[in-house]
Nanobody, 120 residues
Framework: QVQVVESGGGLVQPGGSLRLSCAAS??????????MGWFRQSPGKERELVAT???????NYTDSVKGRFTISRVNAKKSVYLQMSSLKPEDTAVYYC????????????WGQGTQVTVSS
């Protein structure tokens, strides 16, 4: 089973920045072929997909974060990152990452996530 570990969250003021990291327990070869995604979940809301990066480094973002968030990956480190800037209170959530192959199901065991709180 694939495990992921997220880190980098914290408390930040509106307009601030954070960089999240996620490491996956799969081989570099498998990691390089997989799509990686960042999700978030706020209390009382469903988990939503925030950003994805393909094996070919193509990226997609949900509309609410376009222009503010940047997803990236380093295959040699089996890691994916989410650079978040111009943070808003509505970005407050627990952030998770996951992995999938070829548009299939996200199949890693969900990690603990990392809490991001945007508040003055």
């Amino acid at each position: 089973q694939v495990q992921v570990v997220e880190s980098g969250g914290g408390l930040v003021q509106p307009g601030g920045s954070l960089r999240l990291s996620c490491a996956a327990s799969i081989s570099e070869h498998v990691f390089s072929w997989n799509e990686m995604g960042w999700f978030r979940q706020s209390p009382g809301k469903e988990r939503e997909l925030v950003a994805t990066i393909s094996s070919g480094f193509s990226t997609n973002y949900t509309d609410s974060v376009k222009g503010r968030f940047t997803i990236s990956r380093v295959n040699a480190k089996k890691s994916v990152y989410l650079q978040m800037s111009s943070l808003k209170p509505e970005d407050t959530a627990v952030y998770y990452c996951n992995t999938r192959l070829g548009g299939g199901q996200w199949y890693a065991n969900w990690g603990q996530g990392t809490q991001v709180t945007v508040s003055s």
